[in-house]
């Protein structure tokens, strides 16, 4: 059975641009979690979504967005890049709330 | 919302040793993870335990759900159990709010 699969690995943008990460969860499953990491503030939830709808967004600007699709894989989009945005991005998929979160091999993003 | 602390922070160990990581948690919750990262920033998941006690070879963890608290112990371990070890709760809808991590070095 296929992981969460994450594209692309690496990523490398500057300042100002913006940039869309992807995400395939396992099959079957209709959750899709989104997470940054970084050194200062840790691992922080950014937004999951179910059945193409967002249910739950953590505190993060209005820049950070999403969007899921009807076959349950999610994109996030990260516009008017910041320094502070190099971050490792890491995305999850579950059944549903409760359940056991399995992650993917992350998106690691270099702002220049 | 929900806290999360881990201790310690860091620990070092001799290749064979025992160890035990905590995780306090502040509320109560429907999903506790423990999950161990690698050099590569890989998130492994260990356990999934929102109570009572698991086992998986050298480790086993155990979640005491009304004291809002949970142990993973490492016995025996070795150099590639080196890494992050994270707890990670979820009490409002698939929402998990990670602790710091406990950092550990195996020595050989």
């Known amino acids: 059975k296929a992981g969460v699969t994450q594209t692309p690995r690496y990523l490398i943008k500057t300042r100002g641009q913006q940039v869309t990460l992807s995400c395939s969860p396992i099959s079957g499953h209709r959750s899709v979690s989104w997470y940054q990491q970084t050194p200062g503030q840790g691992l922080q939830f950014l937004f999951e979504?179910?059945?193409?709808?967002q249910r739950n967004k953590g505190n993060f600007p209005g820049r950070f967005s999403g969007r899921q699709f009807s076959n349950s894989r999610s994109e996030m989009n990260v516009s008017t890049l910041e320094l502070g945005d190099s971050a490792l991005y890491l995305c999850?998929?579950?059944w549903g709330a409760g359940q056991p979160q399995h992650f993917g091999d992350g998106t690691r993003l270099s702002i220049l | 919302g929900i806290q999360v602390e881990q201790s310690p922070p860091d620990l070092i160990l001799q290749e064979g040793a025992n160890s035990t990581l905590r995780c306090n948690f502040s509320?109560?919750?429907?999903?506790l993870q423990w999950f161990h990262q690698n050099p590569w920033g890989q998130l492994i998941n260990l356990f999934y335990?929102?109570?009572g006690t698991k086992q998986n070879g050298r480790l086993s963890a155990t979640t005491v759900a009304t004291e809002r608290y949970s142990l993973l112990y490492i016995s025996s371990s070795q150099t590639t159990d080196s890494g992050v070890y994270f707890c990670a709760v979820d009490n409002a809808g698939n929402m998990l709010t990670f602790g710091g991590g406990t950092r550990l070095m195996v020595k050989p």
């Open positions: 335990i929102p109570s």
């Open positions: 999850a998929s579950s």
């Open positions: 509320d109560s919750v429907n999903n």
């Open positions: 979504y179910f059945s193409e709808t």
